[in-house]
């Protein structure tokens, strides 16, 4: 019996959910998928009652295959189709959104989009705020049912959350070796009633019997490129060894329910809060587990099996950082170990003006010309920044939340610091102004959080902060290579 998920009131999903991503492995030699013939192959996922598919704009001619599906086999059937947009900066303009909307809903041959993914790459510039904006607007023309995002961390999908942004759903990695989504992304989804799509949970068949009892595989060339990825969770996770351990225990408790470590995997997180299902990769027409996936369904854990594996995963160390951060700094966590396979460079998100012996960069805020002042201001080694608000041109950022306000407040001071040079790291002093006194220990501890290994010299002060809705007002002090 396959179990299915409200996402919304109008879009009903499987929980396991078929990725699509192996398609652009299985074309990464120049070779490209027969169309009619590999979506024969996503009929035979439908016919079982998987009827949910996940893909992205760069997974190959996966949207081409789906639109194939939609347009010769899919005779009136509820199928649902999830795509992902992964643009590289910079996004300039709603046109250049609403085109790449356009181009997979032309690939995918519909008129409207199920569940549009955004994801960015870098907080600090703020047009993933205007991107997501602009697909708000493209959902209510009707050419997106519902977005959601992939890859976000906690605080950026609350800041879009209280920016008035109808966010359904996160893509995250979620697995028995990545627990970065148990805490504070659990809050955001109580708090917001959002859903998380968990990817990575079977770690690309590395949690299974194949590599029971078996060496490190990490010099082997027959690897897989998303292989290659887990096996940096892994390495991150505490190494090879801890991780048999894991397995170990997950073969116990696989042994003990008749079935196999990728079914006690998939259920235990299934069982997770907020999970609405997780993502299982198929090689359409080569490798397909259909049979399997659907034994995770008649699968029952019990209270006793959850304490196991939580015990097993005290030996594993935590993944660094927030969730998608394996893609906006180090450690990447990625097959090539960098960003190489994704982007260049993280370009500038302000232009820097030289006036004579300084440098000054602008953040577009009407205030700054009607007052007469840049956001930050570099004279030799010194970077000052302007005391900041949560505006992004003329919107407020983060409604009425002050950790929302204050994280992108501080995503601002990095950014205005960078595009003169410097970095986050180089901060010696930031003086905070709140509005109320009551928000103090929240814009505090979101203070704490993105300077915790950096630790500025710091002032909180109460003040009366100009501006309708403003909450909290921060500025910023930066030496470059100081002696």
């Not at 030699?29 to 704009?57: P, R, S, W």
């Amino acid at each position: 019996m396959i179990e299915y998920y409200q996402l919304t009131t109008t879009l009903k999903i499987s929980r396991i959910l078929t990725g699509l991503w192996q398609i652009a492995d299985m074309e990464r030699d120049g070779k490209t998928l027969h169309l009619d013939q590999t979506a024969v192959h996503i009929n035979d996922y439908v016919t079982e009652g998987f009827t949910t598919f996940d893909m992205a704009d760069h997974y190959g001619s996966a949207e081409m295959i789906s639109g194939v599906f939609n347009q010769k086999l899919r005779e009136g059937r509820e199928v649902q189709f999830f795509t992902k947009w992964v643009p590289l900066p910079p996004v300039q303009s709603k046109e250049v959104v609403r085109a790449a909307i356009q181009r997979s809903l032309d690939r995918l041959q519909t008129d409207s989009i199920n569940l549009l993914q955004y994801h960015t790459w870098q907080y600090s510039n703020p047009e993933w705020i205007d991107t997501l904006y602009w697909l708000q607007e493209l959902k209510e023309e009707g050419l997106i049912q519902h977005i959601g995002v992939t890859n976000f961390d906690a605080a950026h999908l609350n800041m879009a959350l209280t920016s008035g942004i109808e966010i359904v759903s996160n893509q995250i990695s979620y697995s028995i070796i990545d627990q970065r989504a148990y805490h504070q992304m659990s809050d955001v989804c109580e708090r917001h009633k959002v859903s998380l799509l968990a990817y990575g949970t079977l770690c690309e068949g590395l949690l299974s019997e194949k590599w029971l009892g078996k060496a490190d595989p990490s010099d082997e060339d027959d690897l897989t490129w998303s292989q290659m990825k887990y096996l940096r969770f892994i390495t991150e996770a505490g190494g090879w060894e801890p991780f048999q351990k894991v397995l170990s225990t997950l073969h116990e408790i696989a042994e003990r329910h008749h079935c196999s470590i990728a079914n006690v995997t998939g259920r235990y997180i299934l069982d997770q809060n907020h999970v609405a299902g997780i993502i299982l990769g198929a090689r359409l027409g080569r490798s397909e587990h259909i049979q399997e996936n659907k034994k995770v369904f008649s699968l029952e854990l019990s209270a006793a099996d959850h304490q196991q594996i939580r015990n097993a995963q005290k030996a594993l160390l935590s993944i660094p950082w927030n969730c998608g951060d394996e893609y906006r700094q180090p450690p990447f966590l990625t097959a090539s170990g960098d960003l190489s396979d994704h982007l260049d460079h993280f370009p500038k998100v302000y232009e820097p003006v030289s006036q004579g012996h300084k440098k000054s960069v602008g953040s577009g805020t009407p205030w700054e010309d009607i007052a007469g002042y840049s956001r930050s201001v570099r004279k030799g080694n010194r970077i000052l920044v302007s005391g900041t608000t949560a505006t992004h041109r003329s919107r407020l950022i983060g409604g009425d939340d002050p950790a929302a306000q204050t994280h992108f407040i501080i995503d601002k001071l990095q950014a205005s610091i960078e595009s003169l040079g410097g970095s986050l790291s180089d901060v010696v002093r930031t003086r905070i102004f709140i509005h109320n006194l009551d928000d103090w220990e929240s814009v505090a501890r979101t203070h704490g959080e993105r300077f915790a290994d950096i630790k500025p010299a710091n002032t909180m002060v109460q003040a009366g902060l100009i501006g309708e809705g403003y909450k909290v007002e921060i500025e910023a002090e930066a030496l470059i290579n100081p002696e």
